[in-house]
């Protein structure tokens, strides 16, 4: 079945670069899969280490057959694909991957002719004063720590920010034990309200909510809602957390922070292949183009899953089956039209739901409007709202990378993944400019950074 | 037609040439409109590695290299800003006998300028840099040469232009230029229009299609330095480093992140290229050599530009053959950062005077008239 103009190489395995590789080899071919983790799963389905005792009950609640089904889906397939775990792309060029092997720390190039792009998103960060004490995580990373190690962030925790991932963290930190000294939400209890209709297009996933937030109000945990988030106190450490509730300034001891506000994709790798971007307005972010099917815009590139538009989990595993079905139709291998149709029904219908998350849980417009001038934005680069501002003032900075040369902001080790959404809504305010119009920062190589002695290692091609 | 102009002196690129010539015209008094098709010092201008060294310039440069130098030193006072710039020291390392009897020669050579170069080797080159690769034998020591950020040091010659009063239009291409024996009129779409009796041609690696246009084509090309930057490193070096015979150079920022470039990279399009695999990994084995302690260091970030290369690697500077009123300045070969802020100076002669006092000879476009390629109709 396989003809040799076909190549197909998957960066990502989570649920949308699983679904891809299985779809892919059960129409003949061996991609490859290549993935920045030990084990495959994504984020979502982050998997312990081998030796780890843990059920998968205990660490995916709900999520625990989706996650299995997931991993077993993966097992199922693996002598069948090149499957590279530990395995960085942190360039593209010409056709080739250049990928580092953490445990050998050397660098090679993976030739390929087809691509499925499922690079997945980090939790979009939008920073409060204190955000840099210790003690204090992302969302995504206290999950990472409990998922991932059986570790807690804190022994009494406050999280704050919004989006689905709170009150699911939330949970999962008292279900192991700890105490959730309060969950803090930007968004109002109207604005939930306000979003059931769209979100009962998909009842099992609004229950689930619903339920962790049952749960959490049952077990004593206090959830506040249409709060600002003021400051994270402490010396040395986190001590405790203030925010403003709408009448007035409120402070609540903790030794550990946890926030986010959603997720933001991970698009660099779609930006140095040359992919086209747009703004997304649902998103509030420019992401990668891909029409239903998740073709973008070159040719022979595909696009899967969060790293091209938070969509969630369920989303990306549909997404991932229906770019391997596109990846086959071009290249004339007969694929199921029925299942690619029904496929793109779920996610069409998904996207429904996906709006109704956004009125549940929306963007808080307001927040550089509130940061002060000493919050400091770039914690790589030590770069405060205030420098951002007097960049903005005195030099005229009016679009993203202008905004990055000027000011640093972006040029440290995370290179822009974690401040730039602040960075561009700072930037936005500051200028009178809806967000879309300060751009994005450019895709530079490295992806992330790579030790320089192993920048050198020779060459090495697809089964070597 | 939205805005209609008439004014002294045209300039065609917002780069440090020609930033710096709006600047220096505003001084003299003229009225100056910039059209630059970007952001002003947002391209090689503003993404070169930074070096501000006279040593190992051709000696026909050495001139305006020293002009520039005068003027890098009251930078604050004329852009508002230091742009990072230091009299740090530019290193020039020997790794043989033979490179260091070339530095030797250089030094020799440009004896006259007053360099201030002080040649080190054995083991007072250990002394003074411990941190120095073993394959360096000894070296070329220029202390008042430095180095700078040129992403704030281009970015403010046009700030500081258009503080002056230079009219300043960014995001503005070059659509159209004509002249009718007396004035040019250039054209950016329909949103502006601009008659001068000069104009300057400072377009960088973009300048060749004027000069084809006026029946002076010159072999142009682009050329991409490969570039590089650490993480942030504990600070152990002032001087700014390059190599006898080219490959890597390199410098550590106040900030301690240490940029490296040498090598090409690779041109996505006629605007905009990237470092390439190849580059960033010959840039790292020739890093490492040079600087040991970098084997433990980071690439956080690869970046290039699109520079204007003429086969003999000097500029264009002076005035058109063909064309009165028109003035070229470009082509500066990966190396015009030191000296763009005197050749703007010089251009702004060239445009009132229609003579510089700085000689320029060497630049002359008629240099290419025997071997230029034809003429392109446009």
Known sequence: ?464 | MKQSLKTDVAIVGGGIVGASAALALRHMGLQVVLLERDLCGSRSSGVNYGGVRRQGRPISQLPLAQRAHRIWGRLPELIGTDGEYLRSGHFKIARSEVDLAALEHYREQSRDFDLGIELLSGQRLRERCPWLGGRAVGGSLCAEDGQANPRLVSPAFARAAQRAGAQIFERTPLDEVAHDGQLFTLRSGNALEVRAPVMLNCAGAWAGAIASQFGEAVPLQSGHPAMAVTEPLPHFMDWSLGVEGGGVYCRQVARGNLVLGGGAGVALDADRARSGRDAIAALAVQAIELLPALRHASFIRTWSGTEGYLPDRQPVLGPSQTTPGLIHGFGFAGAGFQIGPAVGEVLAELARDGRSSTPIEAFAIERFQSAAVPATAH
Not at chain 1, 60 to 73: D, K
Not at chain 1, 119 to 137: I, M, S
Not at chain 1, 324 to 351: F, M, Y
Not at chain 1, 418 to 430: P, T
């Open chain 1, 1 to 464: 079945v396989t003809e040799p103009a076909l190549q197909p190489v998957i960066v990502g395995a989570g649920p949308a670069g699983v679904r891809a590789a299985q779809a892919l080899v059960a129409h003949g071919l061996r991609p490859v899969l290549i993935d920045e983790a030990g084990r495959a799963g994504g984020q979502i389905y982050r998997r312990p280490p081998a030796n780890f005792q843990r059920s998968p009950k205990t660490l995916y609640g709900f999520e625990a057959p989706r996650a299995t089904a997931v991993h077993a889906a993966l097992e199922a397939v693996q002598d069948r694909i090149d499957y590279r775990p530990d395995s960085l792309v942190w360039n593209a060029q010409g056709g080739l991957l250049d990928v580092l092997h953490g445990p050998t720390r050397t660098t090679h190039s993976v030739p390929y002719r087809q691509l499925i792009v499922a690079t997945g998103a980090t939790d979009r960060v939008l920073p409060v004063p204190g955000w840099t004490l210790p003690g204090v995580y992302t969302l995504g990373g206290a999950q990472v720590a409990l998922k991932f190690q059986g570790c807690a962030i804190g022994t009494r925790v406050v999280f704050m920010g919004t989006g689905p991932l709170l009150y699911l963290v939330a949970y999962q930190y008292a279900r192991a034990g700890v105490d959730v000294a309060a969950v803090l939400d930007t968004a109002r209890l109207a604005d939930q309200f306000a979003a059931v209709p769209a979100m009962l297009s998909q009842p099992a996933v609004f229950l689930k909510g619903v339920y962790y937030v049952a749960w959490l109000r049952a077990h004593g945990v206090a959830l506040h809602g249409g709060v600002r988030p003021l400051r994270v106190l402490g010396d040395a450490h986190v001590s405790a957390v203030s925010w403003h509730d709408g009448t007035g300034e409120r402070t609540l001891e903790c030794n550990a922070v946890g926030f986010g506000y959603a997720l933001r994709s991970e698009t660099q790798l779609a930006d140095l292949l040359g992919c086209r971007f747009a703004f997304a307005p649902l998103h509030r972010a420019h992401l990668p183009e891909r029409d239903r099917a998740g073709r973008s815009s070159v040719p022979g590139v595909y696009l899967a899953g969060d790293g091209a538009g938070i969509m969630g989990a369920d989303a990306a595993e549909w997404a991932g089956e229906r770019a391997a079905l596109a990846l086959l139709a071009d290249h004339g291998i007969e694929v199921d039209p029925a299942r690619a149709q029904a496929l793109e029904r779920r996610l069409d219908k998904l996207s429904g739901f996906r709006r109704g998350l956004e009125r549940a849980f929306p963007f808080p417009q307001d927040w550089a409007a509130h940061a002060p001038d000493e919050l400091v934005v770039c914690r790589c680069e030590n770069i405060t709202a205030g420098e951002l501002r007097d960049t903005v003032r005195a030099c005229g900075a009016d679009e993203m990378n202008r905004l990055k040369a000027l000011s640093r902001v972006g040029m440290g080790r995370c290179q822009g993944r974690m401040c730039g959404v602040a960075a561009a809504e700072i930037l936005a305010h500051a200028t009178g400019q809806p967000v879309q119009q300060v751009g994005r920062l450019r895709g530079q190589a490295p992806i992330k950074p790579i030790p320089i002695q192993l920048a050198s290692a020779p060459a090495q091609g697809v089964g070597t």
